[in-house]
């Protein structure tokens, strides 16, 4: 079957899923806003935010987070059209008052068999995790013993694929654990890679 129907595919079945009890009211962020079929990379975060995906419907975009992201892929001369990014969970985990949640294990298995067919889809020559929940999910899909603090960037295996572990540039983690400086330190290994798998494919 054509990678695009087999996208339009995942796309139908995300959209009708109500599995998750909180996220019933919300709208999965799964479509050809998240980016192009052929990547350079697949970026994988944690979840749509509230003032971000969850509103524009593009990942990472429209919220403070989005924009040091966008500061990010520009560092290493990356445009959106040369990327896909999805999260652990498609849908935006809501706080009883509104605000932006963690997603719960629950919620993140329940969606994990949707990353799964996404990389597969997909099939990006290198996944960029962005967070350690993003990380930790992928062990859902194939084990790993990896950790965000011990492999931050690092070009790593998993699955037969080439995994490079990042922080999440949510302003939260700009102040206590990656600075805006070590983070786009960080992703020159990405833009290396990148870089080599384009050369290889040159050669
Ligand atoms: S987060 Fe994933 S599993 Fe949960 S309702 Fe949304 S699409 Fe379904």
Same mark, same amino acid.
């Given at each position: 079957?054509?990678?695009?129907?087999?996208?339009?595919?995942?796309?139908?079945?995300?959209?009708?899923?109500? =599995?998750c009890e909180r996220m019933r009211e919300r709208q999965?962020v799964?479509?050809?806003?998240? /980016?192009?079929?052929?990547?350079?990379?697949?970026?994988?975060?944690e979840a749509p935010g509230r003032n971000g995906a969850d509103r524009t419907r593009?990942?990472?975009?429209g919220d403070a987070s /989005?924009?040091?992201?966008?500061? !990010?892929?520009?560092?290493?001369?990356?445009?959106?059209?040369?990327?896909?990014?999805?999260?652990?969970v498609?849908c935006s985990p809501r706080k009883p008052s509104g605000a932006n949640d963690k997603p719960t294990? /629950?919620e =993140?298995?329940?969606?994990?068999?949707? !990353?799964?067919?996404? =990389?597969?889809?997909?099939?990006?020559?290198?996944?960029?995790?962005?967070?350690?929940?993003?990380?930790?999910?992928?062990?859902?899909?194939?084990?790993? *013993?990896?950790?965000?603090?011990?492999?931050?960037? $690092?070009?790593?295996?998993?699955? /037969?694929?080439?995994?490079?572990?990042?922080?999440?540039?949510s302003p939260q983690?700009?102040?206590?654990? +990656?600075? !805006?400086? $070590? $983070?786009?330190? *960080?992703?020159?290994?990405?833009?290396?890679?990148?870089? +080599? $798998?384009?050369?290889?494919?040159?050669?």
């Amino acid at each position: 079957m054509k990678q695009s129907t087999l996208f339009s595919q995942l796309e139908a079945e995300a959209a009708a899923c109500l =599995i998750c009890e909180r996220m019933r009211e919300r709208q999965a962020v799964l479509s050809p806003l998240n /980016g192009t079929l052929t990547p350079k990379v697949m970026f994988i975060a944690e979840a749509p935010g509230r003032n971000g995906a969850d509103r524009t419907r593009i990942p990472f975009h429209g919220d403070a987070s /989005g924009t040091t992201f966008e500061k !990010l892929l520009a560092s290493i001369k990356l445009t959106r059209a040369e990327i896909f990014i999805t999260n652990t969970v498609l849908c935006s985990p809501r706080k009883p008052s509104g605000a932006n949640d963690k997603p719960t294990r /629950g919620e =993140i298995r329940n969606c994990s068999h949707f !990353l799964h067919r996404t =990389i597969e889809v997909i099939n990006p020559p290198v996944i960029a995790t962005l967070g350690a929940v993003a990380l930790e999910a992928l062990k859902l899909i194939a084990p790993h *013993d990896y950790t965000l603090k011990e492999s931050a960037a $690092q070009l790593l295996n998993w699955n /037969g694929r080439k995994l490079v572990p990042l922080y999440h540039p949510s302003p939260q983690v700009l102040i206590t654990a +990656r600075p !805006l400086i $070590q $983070q786009l330190n *960080d992703i020159k290994v990405l833009g290396r890679e990148i870089k +080599r $798998q384009k050369a290889k494919g040159k050669s």
